[in-house]
């Protein structure tokens, strides 16, 4: 299947990208939605020095973009941990249309997620209900925390939902999703 991601001719135009963002900038934020790491749920695993070696950067200066992108221009969020990064309305533009392919690859992509809290992140800002909705799936099940487990400083908000409560979400989603099928 070819891998390949939509940039808008728009990108250009929005007045974030004219008026907030340098050329350095402008070049970074295109890196970060098409580099052959990307997803199409706009959250995927990348090093500091993948990003320095793909750009020609050092190391402090991919670190720096990072910094920026994520403090000041608030469009990314990056979980040094887990070394994953999240695109704020990435799927503004890729995840416009549903259909049984798309969910297909979005449950695929979601479930490689380590950091749940991206999901909710980058799913606040899908348009299309149908994908959107599966993003919450994946955000309302998967931060469930054990009674006496301590949450990680990562994760986001957490369900204490008990089991059998997890169980019940669960048969409820299998259910819509049988519905959509």
Known sequence: MAKFRYVFTTFWNDPRVVEEMTAEDKNFFLYLLTNESTTQIGIYQITKKQIAFDMGYSMESAGALLQRFRDH???????????????????????????????????????????????????????????????????????????????????GSYDTSTISGQKEKENKKEKEYKKEK
């Open 73 to 155: 221009h608030e469009l990314i969020k990056y979980n040094e941990d887990t070394r994953e990064i999240a695109i704020k309305n990435c799927g503004k533009y890729n995840l416009n249309r549903g259909g049984k392919p798309i969910l297909d690859c979005v449950r695929s992509e979601l479930k490689e997620v380590k950091d749940t809290s991206l999901i909710r992140w980058v799913g606040e800002g899908i348009p299309n209900e149908s994908v959107r909705n599966v993003y919450v799936s994946y955000y309302d099940t998967s931060n469930v925390t054990l009674k006496n487990e301590e949450p990680s400083k990562n994760a």
